[in-house]
């Protein structure tokens, strides 16, 4: 939930790696397949050690954790063309392009603000359409004596924008960048990039699970105009699987069955992916097309310990399925996810959540992909 508003703003900064571009994954795979060369394993539950810091405090973190027999420099110089050659492969956070096209298109100046070298920010910026003309300021780390979290970066910021810095909304992923954008006077959103971590932005005005739950509005800027019926409209995505046995919670605890996929062959998609409550379509080849709500996440009631995918297919059906091939189109966005202080009050939520889906899906805008050929292949 957004504290009360104190100010209204009149322009948005974004950082970059984390907000605006899903870089972990890549960070993952490029020191994965790097440390094997000194017989290390990287172990994603470290990733906190080097988000949102610089590039020389993120490669000595990696150095000291993982005890690694070179210098800071010698591995920057080992690893940075390694990053180069993935940037053209990063992808957009759902919810970047949307954010970007609609502040652009309301005149709400825009500025970038990040820990990574000017130039390394415009060539990631430059696989993605549009992006290096609507900011009018993009200042990188080597511009500035200190990184985040100094305040520096962000008030040099305001002064090329020609904004007080009380004017600005500043939007990040990171500790070091919240803090960063309070100590610069600025209004702060938090969109924690590592999971389960959103507890920790306790100085962010306002902390939210995704981009796609952004609500300019709050801000005193124009609000989004696509939300139809309670629902996001997305670019489509597509998943699928033999159902498998999930954690026997579906039926028996909540009384709502859901169709589990497993998650091994699927870690990368969902890493892609918000958690949150989405719904569309689910064919069962042998059996038919039918409406779909589901969940993607840890599910914060149960406190999952892996990101999970729960689909519950809204038909009646006579008998379990396990071991048939399914597959979904998920074509629209309901909310993030959430915890609740009783059972029966996330049972409310999640036949909350079929509503809204059922309804929707009857939506021209929805209900043409029930005839999507990918959900009908056996």
Known sequence: MAKPLSKL?????LDLDGTLLNTDGIVS?????YLVKYGKQWDGRRAHRIVGKTPY???????????????????????????????????AQPGANRLINHLRSHGVPMALASNSPKMNIETKISYHQGW????????????VTSGKP????????????????????????SLPGVTAGKAAGMEVVAVPSLPKQSHLFTSADEVINSLLDLRPEKWGLPAFEDWIEGTLPIEPWYIGGPVIKGFGRGSKVLGIPTANLSTEAYSAILSEHPSGVYFGWAGLPTRGVYKMVMSIGWNPYFNNSEKTIEPWLLHDFNEDFYGEELRLAIVGYIR????????????????????IAENALELP?????????YLKIS
């Open 9 to 13: 703003v009149s322009c948005v900064i």
């Open 150 to 173: 100094s305040p520096e970066i962000y008030v040099e910021v305001a002064k090329r924008l020609n904004m007080n810095p009380s004017s600005c909304l500043v939007i990040e992923d």
């Open 365 to 373: 805008l929805y209900s043409k992909y029930e005839e999507d050929p």
């Open 29 to 33: 795979d490029v020191l994965k397949a």
């Open 57 to 91: 405090e993120a490669s000595a973190a990696v150095v000291e954790d993982y005890e690694l027999p070179i210098s800071t420099d010698e591995f920057i110089s080992e690893i940075t063309p390694r990053f180069s050659e993935q940037w053209c492969n990063i992808k």
């Open 132 to 143: 290096k003309e609507s900011f009018s300021v993009i200042i990188g780390g080597d511009e």
């Open 336 to 355: 993030p996810e959430a915890n609740f202080p009783s059972l029966d009050i996330l049972v409310a939520k999640i036949h909350e959540d079929r509503k």
